[in-house]
Every structure is written in C-alpha cells, then in structure tokens.
C-alpha cells in the first residue's frame, strides 16, 4: 500500500567498510588468557569477539572450536546464529523509512498491513509500530507458532490475533518476538521488498557485512560456520542448525566478528559511516533512547546484575554501568549465544559471539572489557555471573510450577488407547496429530521430531524431546458428556488447549497425517 511512496534505489549508499587486521595484538593485558579460562568454566566450545573504539576496530579475534572434541578453530570470520541482536537491525531498517517519511514510529499497524488483528478489538485500533518493538503489548510468548510449526511471517502475524492478552495494554514490559515478526513485514509492506531483501540492499551491502544472512540456507557454502552446542543430561553436545526463518525480524540473522563490528561503528557514528549517512543521528539516538521500563528482576536482573536502571529502547536494552549508559542486546537461538554492547558517549563497543545455547557467558566477557575500557576496578566478571546463572537455574528448577505433577501410580487411562488417536486444532498454533501405532500413542506436534506419549497417570501422558534441550511435556486427554475425547491440553508456554477436530477420524500412521501438510 505505502511501498510507492518512496524509491529505494537512490538512497542506498555503498561504502567500502575497512577490514580488521587478521593478526592483533591484545588491547588489554591479560584479556585472551581471561577468555580462554572463562570457555573453560562456562564450558562453551568456542567465541569470537570483537571491540570498537572510535571509529576503529582495535580487536578481533576467534577462540576455541567450532565443534567440541573437534580440531577445527573458530575464527573472526566464524559465522555464528546473532539470535535477537537481530531485532535493532529490524529497528533500524524501521528508521531508514521514518527517514524516508514512509513511515512513522506512531503509525497505527493496520495503517500499514490492514489485516492486522489484536485478540482485543481496542489494541488492534490503537497498537503503533513502536508499540510493536518496545514489548508493551500485553502479549505473552507464544514462541511455538514459530519455533515449533512451519508457518510464513505473514501467517505468523496473522495468527497474533488468537493470542489472548496476559496483562494491559502498553502496562507492562513482557519480550515478545512474534510482535516483532510483525514488524519486519511492516517493513516488508512499506518497501515493497522483503525484510530480507531490504537488510541486504540498505544495510549489509553498504556496510561491508558479506558474510551476514537473515537465513540458514545461506550457510551451505559459506566456510567456517560454528556447530551449535547444547547441554542434554548435564552432557554439552553439538547439535543441528535449525531453519528459524519465519522468526525473521526477532531473530533469524547469522553474522561474524568482523561484520558484526562493522554494525557497531554505524551506531558509534549516529548512523553515518566514513562520513556518510545511512541512518540519521536522529534516528539512532531515538533507538538508544529508553521507551519502556524493565522492572529489574529475574532472567533481567541476572544479565544487568549491577544496574540501577533497565529499559528497552527500539531494538536495545539500555541501562547504566558505571555512571554510563550502556545500550545492548543479548541473542539466544540455534543454541548460540551472543551479545552487543555500546557506551556511546565513549565512542565504545563489544560483540561476543558463541557456539553454545543460553550461556551467559558472553555478557560477563562484555562487562570485562567494558571495565577495562573504562579503567573501572578489576572484578572478575565471569566467575561472578557463573554463580548468579547457576544460582538462577536451581530457582527456576526447584519452582513449584515447573515441578511435574506427582504421579499416582496404579491408574490406566478411561479409553482404549486407539480412542484418543486423531487430530487436534488451536486456532493460533494449528494443528497436532496423535496417532496410534502398535497399542501405544504418538504425538506429532509441528516441526518438532515425533515422541511416544507414555501414559503417566490417569488421562495424562508424557512426551518428550530430550534430543532438543526440552522439558517433558504433559498431555492430558479431556473426556466429553458422551465419554469421547473432546480435547487435549499441553502444559507448554502456559497450557495450549488443542480442540478435537471431528472432520478427521482417528488415525493411525499414514500419508495424510503429517500436520505441517494439513494446516
């Protein structure tokens, strides 16, 4: 609809960004030694980092391997999974419009994509795009659309409106990636090109970023590309790349030090590069400024353990630390780990970059030298937020609510095991399917790999995917007056009540049975 409003071509500026030497000498003393014993206690296979200090790429450098208990090194031109630190190029290509005046950050979504939908009429008329990026819609997760079913981008925000509100609008600070799909394909329907394309053309080429991708599919031939790790039964084992292009906006992007660095200078610069605007000041500084207040507690407090103040900014986390704003992102997908960090006022920044799911390890190098920039007293960063991570998993474990339910032995389920066979619907997450195969039960749920439900007491069963990092799951089959199955409720984000579709009769194995071709 708004994508003639403005010509693209003519606004691209390529600029020639300068490569990092190969070979540098440590800026700090001590530094290489530090990471080297911090991969050892977090146990993580690899990093690469990268530091910026005015308008020069002092350090680069690869540590560890690719792959454990495999000789292969990582290098600055490693290609890592970026996870959400892809959300301030979202932003930022959202900038570049409001540049353009294509576009402005209070520009209601359903000016931009009119078919846009909120589960309450009201937020659907009044939800902007920055309302989009600031995790102030009133939305829980939701994650499994993306991260469990095959969905396009556009389909995923579609489906936002069949996800109820788990507080007020605009009252509460609650990270959602799905709002931020949303926003990508607002970029995509104001430009006329994908969000994809648009990265590309506006800000990887004239960066200098050859080696970053918003897809997994760009990684077949792309050299030195770092295995995922993730920790299965206290065991720390390599793991498959995962195709997450419908997350796109929130977090799709795979990058390398030395690309990523190229990113950092552009904010350093208030958008400009070798003098030359991409991004207006402007702009960038509204980025970096805060929009929504983050209560400091939980997972937040652990990776900002020392600031006083946290808020999100448009695509960034912004907070002090020692008497300076600190803008930063972290990322966690594909079971990698990395984070962004800037102190603009110091002309300053750090990427860390790493092969292994959910460590924290990458925010504790960040404070290090930042620290050491700032000539702050020597704290030993990685120990300290070690013992707050682990501290933070016996929490969550010994959480009444994440507890399984205690089994009553004895019990069989009320139906013949044949009886609960067939498929499920959920307006917003689609279609499951149970199955029956030689007296037992299979669940197919989405993309993830298929589990036996083992019956654990009553009507409830067991599922789970130990190969994916995940929890058990718990199933429960729900009867109607008539002793049919009328629903089934999985204990996942929250409990997703699947509803029996009666068109489909119960099935055992067959062609027409895989979900991803029926929904």
């Given at each position: 609809?708004?994508?003639a409003?403005?010509?693209?071509?003519?606004?691209?500026?390529?600029?020639a960004?300068?490569?990092?030497?190969e070979?540098?000498?440590?800026?700090?003393r001590?530094?290489?030694?530090?990471v080297?014993?911090a991969l050892?206690?977090?146990d993580?296979?690899?990093?690469?980092?990268a530091?910026?200090?005015?308008?020069?790429?002092?350090?680069t450098?690869?540590?560890?391997r690719?792959q454990?208990?495999?000789?292969?090194?990582v290098?600055?031109?490693?290609?890592?999974?970026i996870g959400?630190?892809?959300k301030?190029?979202?932003?930022a290509?959202l900038?570049m419009?409001?540049?353009?005046?294509s576009?402005r950050?209070?520009?209601?979504?359903?000016r931009?994509?009119?078919?846009?939908?909120?589960?309450?009429?009201?937020?659907?008329?009044?939800?902007?795009?920055?309302?989009?990026?600031?995790?102030?819609?009133?939305?829980?997760?939701?994650?499994?659309?993306?991260?469990a079913?095959?969905?396009?981008r556009d389909e995923?925000a579609?489906?936002?409106r069949?996800?109820?509100?788990?507080?007020?609008?605009?009252?509460?600070?609650?990270?959602q990636?799905?709002?931020?799909?949303?926003?990508?394909?607002?970029?995509?329907?104001?430009?006329?090109?994908?969000?994809?394309?648009f990265?590309?053309?506006?800000?990887?080429?004239?960066?200098?970023?050859?080696?970053?991708?918003?897809?997994?599919?760009?990684?077949?031939?792309?050299g030195?590309?770092?295995?995922?790790?993730?920790?299965?039964?206290?065991?720390?084992?390599?793991?498959?790349?995962?195709?997450?292009?419908?997350?796109?906006?929130?977090?799709?992007?795979?990058?390398?030090?030395?690309?990523m660095?190229?990113?950092?200078r552009l904010?350093?610069?208030?958008?400009?590069?070798?003098?030359?605007?991409?991004?207006?000041?402007?702009?960038?500084?509204?980025m970096?400024?805060p929009?929504m207040?983050?209560?400091?507690?939980?997972?937040?407090?652990?990776r900002?353990?020392?600031?006083h103040?946290?808020?999100?900014?448009?695509?960034?986390?912004v907070?002090?630390?020692?008497?300076k704003?600190?803008?930063?992102?972290?990322?966690n997908?594909?079971?990698?780990?990395?984070?962004?960090?800037?102190?603009?006022?110091?002309?300053?920044?750090?990427?860390?970059?790493?092969?292994?799911a959910?460590?924290?390890?990458?925010?504790?190098?960040?404070y290090?030298?930042l620290?050491l920039?700032?000539?702050?007293p020597?704290?030993?960063?990685?120990?300290?937020?070690?013992?707050?991570?682990?501290?933070d998993?016996?929490?969550?474990?010994?959480?009444?609510q994440?507890?399984?339910?205690?089994?009553?032995?004895?019990?069989?389920?009320?139906?013949?095991?044949?009886?609960?066979?067939?498929?499920?619907?959920?307006?917003l997450?689609?279609?499951?399917?149970?199955?029956?195969?030689?007296?037992?039960?299979?669940?197919?749920?989405?993309?993830?790999?298929e589990?036996?439900?083992?019956?654990?007491?009553?009507?409830?069963f067991?599922?789970?995917?130990?190969a994916?990092?995940?929890?058990?799951?718990?199933v429960?089959f729900?009867?109607?007056?008539?002793?049919?199955?009328?629903?089934l409720?999985?204990?996942?984000?929250?409990?997703?009540?699947?509803?029996?579709?009666?068109?489909?009769?119960?099935?055992?194995?067959?062609?027409?049975?895989?979900?991803?071709?029926?929904?």
């Open positions: 609809m708004m994508s409003r403005v010509a693209f071509g003519a606004l691209a500026v390529h600029l960004a300068p490569a990092p030497a070979a540098q000498r440590e800026p700090y001590g530094l290489d030694a530090y080297d014993a050892t206690l977090w993580v296979p690899g990093l690469a980092l530091i910026v200090r005015n308008d020069s790429v002092i350090y450098k690869g540590y560890g690719l454990a208990n495999k000789p292969e090194p290098t600055t031109r490693t290609i890592f999974a959400s630190t892809t301030a190029f979202t932003t290509a900038a419009l409001v540049d353009a005046e576009l950050w209070d520009d209601p979504v359903t931009v994509i009119p078919w846009f939908r909120m589960y309450d009429p009201y937020v659907t008329r009044e939800l902007t795009v920055r309302d989009l990026v600031t995790h102030r819609s009133g939305l829980a997760r939701g994650d499994a659309v993306w991260s079913f095959d969905y396009s995923v579609r489906r936002v069949f996800l109820a509100p788990t507080w007020s609008f605009r009252s509460t600070f609650a990270y990636n799905l709002m931020y799909v949303t926003a990508g394909q607002v970029v995509a329907h104001v430009s006329g090109r994908t969000w994809d394309d990265l590309r053309e506006r800000l990887f080429v004239p960066l200098g970023m050859t080696s970053t991708s918003t897809s997994v599919a760009a990684l077949t031939n792309a030195s590309v770092a295995s995922p790790h993730m920790r299965v039964s206290d065991t720390l084992l390599p793991v498959g790349w995962q195709n997450v292009d419908d997350v796109g906006a929130a977090g799709s992007m795979n990058s390398n030090a030395v690309d660095a190229q990113w950092v904010h350093l610069n208030e958008g400009a590069l070798a003098g030359e605007p991409l991004i207006s000041a402007t702009q960038v500084r509204e970096h400024t929009q207040s983050v209560r400091l507690a939980g997972p937040w407090l652990v900002s353990p020392e600031a103040l946290l808020s999100y900014g448009l695509g960034w986390f907070q002090d630390h020692r008497g704003a600190l803008v930063q992102h972290s990322g997908v594909n079971a990698m780990s990395a984070v962004v960090g800037l102190l603009p006022e110091e002309h300053f920044g750090v990427v860390v970059l790493t092969n292994a959910g460590t924290l390890l990458p925010n504790a190098l960040m290090r030298i620290d920039h700032l000539r702050a020597v704290k030993d960063w990685s120990a300290d937020m070690r013992a707050r991570a682990l501290a998993a016996e929490r969550a474990r010994s959480n009444p994440r507890q399984p339910p205690e089994r009553v032995e004895g019990t069989r389920p009320s139906l013949p095991i044949e009886r609960y066979a067939g498929a499920y619907a959920d307006s997450y689609g279609r499951v399917q149970v199955l029956e195969e030689g007296g037992r039960l299979v669940l197919a749920f989405g993309m993830r790999p589990t036996e439900l083992e019956h654990y007491h009553y009507d409830t067991r599922a789970q995917w130990p994916l990092g995940l929890r058990p799951h718990f429960t729900a009867l109607d007056a008539r002793g049919g199955v009328a629903d409720q999985i204990d996942a984000e929250g409990d997703i009540a699947f509803k029996r579709d009666a068109s489909t009769p119960p099935a055992g194995r067959g062609a027409e049975d895989s979900p991803r071709d029926q929904e």
